[in-house]
């Protein structure tokens, strides 16, 4: 049974950084391009990162490329989402998500896992 658990989302001020974990179980973590969206209320899921499965190619949305980084530790079966810069436009809940693949995907139709997603709030 496929699982991914997110974590470190919290409250954090118009400027600063926070670090996400995505830590994957009942996969062979290698085998899988990982993703993170987000969604903001009222909003529909929006494509953020993405990272192939040995990390050698990514892609941002236009909205984050400069401020966010995708990365993942293969051996730890874990994605990270490191963003800085952040403004009240990234509030939104995060969620990182899986599919077999040798690309990098930007739909969320193209993810077959997901996980619950965790909160990020930027005040201003």
């Known amino acids: 049974q496929v699982q991914l658990v997110e974590s470190g989302g919290g409250l954090v001020q118009t400027g600063g950084s926070l670090g996400l974990s995505c830590t994957a179980s009942g996969v062979i973590f290698s085998n899988y391009v990982m993703g993170w969206f987000r969604q903001a209320p009222g909003k529909e899921r929006e494509f953020v990162a993405t990272i192939t499965r040995r990390g050698l190619a990514t892609s941002y949305a236009d909205s984050v490329k400069g401020r966010f980084t995708i990365s993942r530790d293969n051996a730890k079966s874990a994605v990270f989402l490191q963003m800085n810069s952040l403004t009240p436009e990234d509030t939104a809940v995060y969620f990182c998500?899986?599919?077999?693949?040798?690309?990098?995907?930007?739909?969320?139709?193209?993810?077959?896992?997901w996980g619950q997603g965790t909160q990020v709030t930027v005040s201003s």
């Open positions: 998500a899986a599919v077999l693949g040798r690309n990098v995907y930007t739909a969320s139709a193209n993810y077959d896992y």
